[in-house]
C-alpha cells in the first residue's frame, strides 16, 4: 500500500513512517513532505497514493488550502495536536482524525478502517473500492441560474455562461453571447453549484468555462495568462502553483 505523509517536522514525519511499516512491511511511504506548496506540487505531478496521513498547521498555511487545489481521489487519516479542525477535517475525504502525540495504536486503529472500507467495497486491488466509490458520489449540478434583470428574474443556462466574475462583493455573470447578468450568489456557492469538468475557478475573482477559453499564455513567472471568448474586466491569470492542474482540466482529465 503506497502511503504520503504531509508533516512539516520532519522528526515526527520519520516516527510515523516507522510506525506505518512496523505494523505493515508493505506499506510504502512514497514521499515526506513538509509544506502546501510541496504538496500540491507533489500531488499534480505524481500518481496519488491510496492513504494519505496529513498533519493540519504546517509552515506556509494549513492542508485543508492543498485539498481545496488539488482533486483527491484518496482518503485521508488527519493527524494534528489541535482537535478545532474536526467538522472541517470531514468536509474534505477524512476517514479518520488522530490527536497527537500519535501512537502505534492510533494509526492502527486509523488502518483497520481504511482496510474495513476496503473490505466493505468487496473489491480485489488495495484501495481500489474506496477510490471507485468517491468518484461515483457526484452531486447534482445546476443546469440553470436565476438571474436578476430589473424588474424580472430570469434563468440563463449554465453551459451557456462564460465567466463568473467577483467585482468587491458583486458576482457579475457573462453569457458566450455577452450578455450581462448580476447574481446574489457568492462565486463559492456558484463553484459547489456547478460541474468542475466544465468550470474552473481560475483565481479568487474568475470561475470559467472550458468553452470560452480562447488560448493560454505562459509567462516567465510561470503563471498562465487565459485568454476568453469575450471580453473580461481584467485579465484571467491562473498561478503557478494551480498551472499543472488547469492545464489537465483544459484538455478534458478528471
Given at each position: 500500500m503506497k502511503v504520503l505523509i504531509i508533516e512539516d517536522e520532519s522528526r515526527l514525519?520519520?516516527?510515523?513512517?516507522?510506525?506505518?511499516?512496523?505494523?505493515?512491511?508493505?506499506?510504502?511511504?512514497v514521499a515526506m513532505l513538509e509544506s502546501v506548496e510541496q504538496s500540491v506540487h507533489w500531488l499534480q505531478t505524481h500518481t496519488q497514493p491510496q492513504l494519505i496521513f496529513s498533519d493540519i498547521q504546517l509552515a506556509d498555511g494549513i492542508s485543508f488550502d492543498i485539498y481545496q487545489q488539488v482533486r483527491l481521489q484518496c482518503p485521508i487519516v488527519f493527524c494534528t495536536a489541535f482537535d478545532e479542525y474536526l467538522m472541517n477535517a470531514f468536509d474534505t475525504n477524512a476517514i479518520s482524525y488522530l490527536l497527537k502525540p500519535i501512537t502505534a495504536a492510533k494509526v492502527k486503529g486509523a488502518l483497520d478502517k481504511f482496510t474495513a472500507l476496503q473490505q466493505s467495497f468487496q473489491q480485489e486491488k488495495a484501495g481500489h473500492a474506496l477510490q471507485q466509490a468517491l468518484q461515483q458520489i457526484k452531486p447534482a449540478y445546476k443546469t440553470s441560474l436565476l438571474v436578476n434583470l430589473r424588474e424580472k428574474i430570469i434563468p440563463v443556462q449554465i453551459k451557456d455562461i462564460a465567466y463568473?466574475?467577483?467585482?468587491?462583493?458583486?458576482?457579475?455573470?457573462?453569457?458566450?453571447?455577452?450578455?450581462?447578468?448580476f447574481t446574489t450568489?457568492?462565486?463559492?456557492?456558484?463553484?459547489?453549484?456547478?460541474n468542475p469538468q466544465q468550470f474552473y475557478r481560475a483565481n479568487r475573482q474568475f470561475l470559467i468555462n472550458r468553452q470560452a477559453v480562447s488560448n493560454v499564455e505562459r509567462l516567465f513567472s510561470r503563471k498562465l495568462a487565459v485568454q476568453l471568448v469575450v471580453d473580461t474586466p481584467e485579465e484571467v491569470m491562473v498561478s503557478k502553483i494551480k498551472a499543472v492542474e488547469f492545464l489537465q482540466w483544459l484538455e478534458g482529465g478528471e
Open positions: 514525519a520519520r516516527q510515523l513512517a516507522d510506525i506505518l511499516i512496523a505494523i505493515n512491511p508493505a506499506i510504502e511511504v463568473c466574475y467577483l467585482d468587491n462583493t458583486v458576482i457579475e455573470l457573462c453569457t458566450l453571447q455577452q450578455q450581462k447578468y450568489n457568492s462565486l463559492d456557492e456558484l463553484e459547489k453549484s456547478v
